[in-house]
């Protein structure tokens, strides 16, 4: 990927901001990332967003509005439903997965909590973003 990945990070907890950031240095992932923090200002963000993101990595549990309100709104949308989101939860429940995988994630992705684990899930976001370009 000649040009940086441009990540949207939909996430609250900044322990997890920070990990998804070194993991992706760790790789070597040339990357730009923006961090909404509440789900109620996504769609705000993507608006007035300049450059969409190529990916979008959503967690589930989010203030003033859960993560799969979020996904059905982008998804809903003429403007962004191609964006891939990848969903990024600590949740390992098959009813939620098979929730998202039904409102239009490409991926359900539970959060790593090892180096390796980080690493996988870095690959699986390139693989994300670079078909996600190709549409």
């Known amino acids: 990927?000649?040009?940086p990945l441009n990540i949207l990070l939909v996430e609250d907890d900044q322990d997890d901001v920070e990990l998804m950031q070194d993991?992706?240095?760790d790789n070597d992932v040339q990357f730009s990332m923006e961090i909404v923090r509440q789900g109620d200002k996504v769609l705000p963000y993507l608006k007035a967003c300049k450059n969409l993101p190529n990916v979008i990595l959503l967690d589930l549990n989010l203030p003033k509005m859960h993560g799969r309100e979020v996904l059905s709104r982008i998804k809903l949308?003429?403007?962004?439903?191609h964006?891939?989101?990848a969903i990024l939860t600590t949740s390992s429940s098959?009813?939620?997965k098979e929730?998202?995988?039904s409102a239009g994630a490409t991926h359900f992705l539970t959060?790593?909590?090892?180096?390796?684990?980080?690493?996988?899930t870095i690959e699986t976001i390139l693989k994300i973003?670079?078909?996600g370009q190709k549409t």
């Open 1 to 3: 990927m000649s040009n």
């Open 83 to 85: 964006i891939p989101i």
């Open 77 to 81: 949308s003429e403007e962004f439903k």
């Open 23 to 25: 993991a992706l240095r």
């Open 94 to 96: 098959q009813t939620e």
């Open 129 to 131: 973003a670079l078909q």
């Open 111 to 120: 959060k790593p909590s090892t180096v390796d684990g980080f690493n996988k």
């Open 99 to 101: 929730f998202c995988l």
